[in-house]
């Protein structure tokens, strides 16, 4: 008789669900954050060694494509702050996705992780746009649109994420006042 109590509808969010389809749902969204959180954190490694290896082929083409506006200071300090730059997007790209990692493993974690994927999707999305339109002689090398690629790819994983973790919060609060929380935890 107990199994059956799990097939009896509810109102949630004003539609009639089955609740053992919500925790179904939680399921695939609890993986679906788990797999973009990885992928977040892979493609923050990604801009490091892409980095190194434009330095280590291509010293012009490194300092033309990471150095602009920063002609004025010696080769060795724009190596040394755009590493700095990077490394500072690679550890908030690995901290989003280990926070989205947590989340999907049933780990209660705030909404912080999910603005500063916000954020860095729309940081994306203006960097790809100003590449793509407003770069001079971008689109004349093939590495750009390689470039443009990845990059879009890194946006749809996030873009993936931050709808994953808004879908998996919504359902942890459904199924939790049905008392049904910790059923599946990753």
């Not at 949630?12 to 749902?25: I, N, R, S, T, Y």
């Not at 923050?44 to 010293?59: E, F, N, P, S």
Request: net charge neutral.
């Amino acid at each position: 008789m107990v199994c059956y109590q799990r097939i009896f509808l509810r109102v949630a969010q004003d539609e009639w669900e089955p609740v053992f389809l919500m925790e179904k749902q939680l399921r695939k969204y609890r993986d679906m954050l788990y797999m973009s959180g990885l992928g977040t954190a892979v493609f923050g490694v990604w801009y490091i060694i892409k980095a190194v290896i434009y330095l280590l082929v291509d010293k012009q083409y490194f300092y033309a494509a990471y150095g602009d506006g920063l002609e004025d200071l010696p080769k060795v300090a724009i190596v040394i702050f755009v590493m700095l730059a990077l490394g500072i997007e690679m550890t908030i790209h690995l901290l989003v996705g280990r926070a989205a990692c947590r989340e999907a493993h049933g780990q209660k974690r705030g909404i912080f992780y999910l603005i500063v994927d916000a954020v860095l999707v729309g940081l994306s999305i203006y960097s790809l746009i100003y590449v793509a339109f407003f770069t001079k002689d971008a689109l004349l090398y093939f590495d750009t649109y390689a470039t443009l690629f990845v990059e879009g790819t890194a946006d749809v994983v996030m873009g993936e994420m931050l709808y994953a973790g808004i879908q998996v919060k919504r359902l942890r609060k459904v199924v939790a006042a049905d008392g049904k929380e910790g059923a599946y935890a990753g």
